[in-house]
Every structure is written in C-alpha cells, then in structure tokens.
C-alpha cells in the first residue's frame, strides 16, 4: 500500500481524531486520500489500545476493521509467545500478523501464510518496519501449504471462526480450517501445534475432537475471557493440564489443575454466607474448576451451581474478587432501603441482573456489590458485600 506525502501528515496530524468527522471534511483536503487516512487513523486508535507497543511506529500500516477486530491484543499475544520456542514456526493463518510477530521472538525461521494477497502484502511492509526479516509471507492457503510443508518444530493457527453471514461460530468443526479434521496432518509435519479458539468453546467437546491436546489454556485480560488455547503434542496425553490466566495490569493471576482432579475433588457445602465472599476470576469459571478451586483454598462452596466461595478466613491471594459480606437476607426483606446504588450480578437465581436491579430500586455503581444467589438449602438470598481484592 503507498500513502501520498500528504496523506501520510494527515495521518499524523489527525490520528487521535473522530473519523466519522473526518469523513464529512473530505472535500477540505483534495490532495489527501481521505478513504486511506480514515482506515489509517481507526488502526492506530484500535492498536493504540491494543497493541501498545506498536502504536508509536508511525509507518505501520492497518487492514480494514475486521482483520483488526480478529487479531490477538498484545497481552494475549505474549501469553502465547510464553508457550512455545524451537527453530522453525509456521503461522498457517496470519492475519494482520500480531500473534507471529510476538511469536517470532523464540524462533529463527518463521513462515506467515495468509491467503489474501492485499493483507499479505501490507503485513510484509510491517514487518519490515518492525524488523522482523527472519520470517517468510507466504500468500497461499493454509490448507495448501499444510500439505507441502517441511517438518517444522510448531504449528501455530487460528481458524476463523465467523460464518458467511458475519455470524460467530463456536464449533471446531465449523471453524475455518476445520482443525479436527487437520488434526493428524498437522501433527504429521510438527512436533508441537498451537490453537486458538474461541472462548465460548465447549471445552469438553473441544478435547473429545482434538485428541492430542496436552494442555489447555483460558485466557482472560482484565477478567474477561479472551482465548482458548489448545497445545497439542504428536504423543497423545490422558490428563491435559488446565491453565486459567488472567491478565490485569499488574501481571498474571495462574491457577492450574487437571480434569481429573476436578472429576474426584469433595468440596464441602455452606449453610449460610460467612464473613467473606470469593468469585473466581472469569477463566477458571470457564474452566470448570468449581469444585476443586474450592479445595485449593478451603472454602465452602454456595450451592453446586451458584459458583460462589465463602470462608470466615480471609484469604489473600485468592485467584479472582474477595468481598466482605455487609448483609445477607431474602429478596422481601427492606434491609437495602438505605443504598441508592450497587454493582449488581445474579448467580444462580432466578432473576436476571437487571430485573434484581429494578426490584430493589436501585441505580448501577458505587462501593457497595450485590449478588443475588441461591444457598445449598435452595434459599434465595441477597448478598451486600465490599471489595477486599
């Protein structure tokens, strides 16, 4: 892609601008490719966010929105670049490159395969700019490739995972390439092969398909559930690790543990809400640690659907929100009149947020947190508490 010199100081000038205004002042600017700058300037306000590390290197160059929508945040991508080194990586699915470039730094020879020839092109004039001359575009399709392909050391990709009409899709086998099927032709030609999927994934289903995996990692930035990772090795394994990361602005909260022992732990039931609260963090949920994060950290569990913790202890260092319990009672007791305002979330039970919101009259926000939630005993319970963590 070549930017005129004027286009290019529009850029600059404009980059931190609202682009739907600057799309009505397009006849104010002749000489300026107002349809170029505009996709310009949206990419560097998404990667700004994004990619932050990228954001300060002016000449980089941005796809339409959707490839940026699709590709891996920084965070994310570091996480992954954690997991996997050796001589030779083969991204099968490009893309607009983050997860390859962040990748590139644990191998020598790096191949990008991306079948859209534009967005090929345009991800080789940033790597370019970034340095990275130690890996190879390949403008084919992944499939192709797949099948002439030397032996590598791994195999990273990234199926799409949207439908024809724009939809989300969740299933392996509707993802574009279907890695179940792939699954052997990818491990025919690495040792290792890395996955990312979407993290509305049936986890369980996933591992039935893909049965290689060795490990599984639920990844989540600021506790919202991002990725679904699936590291799979030529040697199948019968008890894949489990790791749920959540990654804040203060580093990475890890917990680890395996299926089977989730399948054989006992965690013990509460009678009643005690002095403090714990909701684990959004990938452990998705996991399905339920029982066994509870035995980790001694707690009693709320209900077996509820998902929420409570112990008399304080525990610190607890993978998730602590809270300390203000109030409990029943949905008919006028105990909240007091509070004009809370965060309010419902596990459990059978009203929506929303319609607890409007019950209780209350506005969303403030210092103050509510759960409504449901009790061993099947009680119907209203919890006040206060952020500890």
């Not at 990709?157 to 179940?180: F, L, N, Y």
């Not at 506790?223 to 799979?232: I, S, Y």
């Not at 203060?250 to 680890?256: I, V």
């Not at 980790?296 to 998730?320: A, C, M, Q, V, W």
């Amino acid at each position: 892609m070549e930017l005129s010199d004027e286009t290019k100081a529009f850029i600059i000038a404009h980059q931190h601008d609202d682009v739907r205004k600057l799309a009505l002042k397009a006849r104010n600017f002749p000489l300026v490719n107002m349809s170029q700058a505009i996709t310009q300037i949206a990419g560097k306000q998404v990667i700004a966010k994004k990619i932050p590390s990228w954001s300060k290197v002016d000449e980089l160059l941005f796809p339409p929105h959707l490839p940026l929508e699709q590709c891996s945040s920084e965070a994310t991508a570091r996480y992954k670049a954690s997991l996997i080194e050796g001589n030779t990586l083969v991204d099968l699915t490009g893309g607009f490159g983050v997860d390859c470039a962040f990748l590139s730094a644990n191998f020598a020879q790096i191949y990008y395969v991306e079948r859209q020839k534009e967005l090929a092109e345009l991800v080789q004039q940033n790597f370019r700019t970034l340095g990275l001359n130690h890996i190879t575009i390949v403008n084919q399709d992944s499939v192709a490739f797949l099948d002439q392909m030397l032996p590598a050391d791994c195999i990273y990709i990234d199926p799409a995972r949207r439908d024809t009409h724009g939809g989300k899709i969740v299933g392996v086998a509707d993802c574009e390439p279907d890695v179940g099927a792939l699954e052997h032709a990818l491990l025919a030609k690495a040792k290792r092969v890395l996955i990312k999927l979407s993290p509305m994934l049936d986890i369980a289903a996933a591992l039935q398909t893909l049965s290689h995996t060795v490990a599984v990692h639920v990844v989540s930035v600021q506790n919202e559930c991002k990725e679904l990772l699936l590291l799979l090795e030529q040697e199948p394994c019968e008890n894949e690790s489990v790791t749920c990361v959540n990654i804040t602005k203060e580093g990475r909260q890890t917990f680890a543990f395996t299926y089977k022992e989730e399948r054989e732990a006992t965690c013990a039931y509460a009678s009643d809400v005690k002095e403090y609260l714990y909701e684990p963090t959004a990938s452990i949920l998705k996991a399905g640690a339920f029982k066994t994060v509870a035995c980790r950290f001694n707690l009693e569990k709320l209900h077996p659907s509820s998902h929420l913790y409570t112990s008399n202890k304080l525990i610190k260092d607890f993978p998730g929100r602590v809270f300390l319990v203000i109030s409990v009672s029943s949905v008919k007791e006028k105990s909240l009149s007091e509070l004009k305002k809370a965060n309010i979330a419902t596990r459990n039970f059978p009203l929506t947020t929303n319609e607890l919101r409007k019950k209780l009259k209350l506005t969303e926000g403030g210092d103050h947190y509510i759960f409504g939630t449901t009790l061993n005993s099947q009680k119907r319970v209203i919890v006040v508490c206060e952020k500890v963590n």
